[in-house]
């Protein structure tokens, strides 16, 4: 069955950056696009960005555009968003989505001083 495992989310000073992973399974990694949303607390779903199945394309949310960078490494089935800059409006946990009804667990990331 498919399988998003995220990782590396955490806490972090205002200004820092992280690098979040996911690990992909359970489906062809390298057919299929892949988004990132996240969830602020007592907020609903935001998507954030998305990559084309071959990485050639990505889009961005005007909330993170200039400071994230999504990325994917299809021989590795994973997918990446490095964080850059991070605000505490950042915070949230982020889940990579293969599609609307399918994501994983979740990272936290807090950013706070």
């Known amino acids: 069955q498919v399988q998003l495992v995220e990782s590396g989310g955490g806490v972090v000073l205002p200004g820092g950056s992280l690098r979040l992973s996911c690990a992909a399974s359970g489906f062809t990694f390298s057919s299929f696009p892949m988004s990132w949303v996240r969830q602020a607390p007592g907020k609903g779903l935001e998507w954030v960005s998305d990559?084309?199945?071959?990485?050639?394309?990505?889009r961005y949310s005007d909330s993170v555009k200039g400071r994230f960078t999504i990325a994917r490494d299809n021989a590795k089935k994973t997918l990446y968003l490095q964080m850059n800059s991070l605000k505490p409006d950042d915070t949230a946990v982020y889940y990579c989505a293969k599609d609307k009804n399918t994501r994983g667990q979740g990272t936290q990331v807090t950013v706070s001083s």
């Open positions: 990559i084309s199945s071959v990485g050639g394309s990505t």
